[in-house]
């Protein structure tokens, strides 16, 4: 330890030992009925601290537990096969000519030809009348 050192630990024990003393003195000028008074509430309070507490503690603890029961389950689930957009549309025979076309080459017919769009714009008589207000 050095000079400075020294110096520092006995200015602090010397603050100690005043505050010790300052503290001393206000509990001397305390009533004995107000000490009893702090001494019950300082009891009480420790009481309550030690007593259990009833809630929504056991309510949250089981809602979080089932929270990341599911995430964990969600995680663990095998990914279903992803399959292409049009092995989802089956080959149709139609009943009157019986010939084969498969649905999604048709559908893909109409986004390439905007002959419909350009109908259904100029046909005015296609809407409701309940529309045109």
Same mark, same amino acid.
């Given at each position: 330890? +050095?000079?400075?050192? +020294?110096? +520092?630990?006995?200015?602090?024990?010397?603050?100690?030992?005043?505050?010790?003393?300052?503290?001393?003195?206000?509990?001397?000028?305390?009533?004995?009925?107000?000490?009893?008074?702090?001494?019950?509430?300082?009891?009480?309070?420790?009481?309550?601290?030690?007593?259990?507490?009833?809630?929504?503690?056991?309510?949250?603890?089981?809602?979080?537990?089932?929270?990341?029961?599911?995430?964990?389950?969600?995680?663990?689930?095998?990914?279903?096969?992803?399959?292409?957009?049009?092995?989802?549309?089956?080959?149709?025979?139609?009943?009157?000519?019986?010939?084969?076309?498969?649905?999604?080459?048709?559908?893909?017919?109409?986004?390439?030809?905007?002959?419909?769009?350009?109908?259904?714009?100029? +046909?005015?008589?296609?809407?409701?009348?309940?529309?045109?207000?």
């Amino acid at each position: 330890m +050095n000079m400075h050192d +020294n110096d +520092n630990h006995d200015r602090d024990q010397a603050f100690d030992q005043a505050m010790r003393r300052l503290h001393a003195q206000a509990v001397e000028q305390v009533s004995p009925a107000t000490r009893a008074r702090l001494r019950a509430a300082r009891h009480v309070g420790a009481e309550a601290a030690r007593a259990p507490r009833r809630g929504f503690g056991w309510v949250l603890a089981s809602g979080c537990a089932a929270v990341f029961a599911l995430a964990i389950a969600m995680q663990l689930q095998p990914r279903p096969a992803s399959t292409p957009a049009t092995a989802s549309f089956a080959t149709t025979s139609t009943p009157d000519t019986g010939t084969l076309y498969e649905v999604g080459t048709a559908v893909a017919a109409l986004d390439e030809n905007p002959d419909l769009y350009l109908w259904l714009a100029s +046909n005015d008589d296609a809407m409701p009348a309940t529309m045109e207000q």
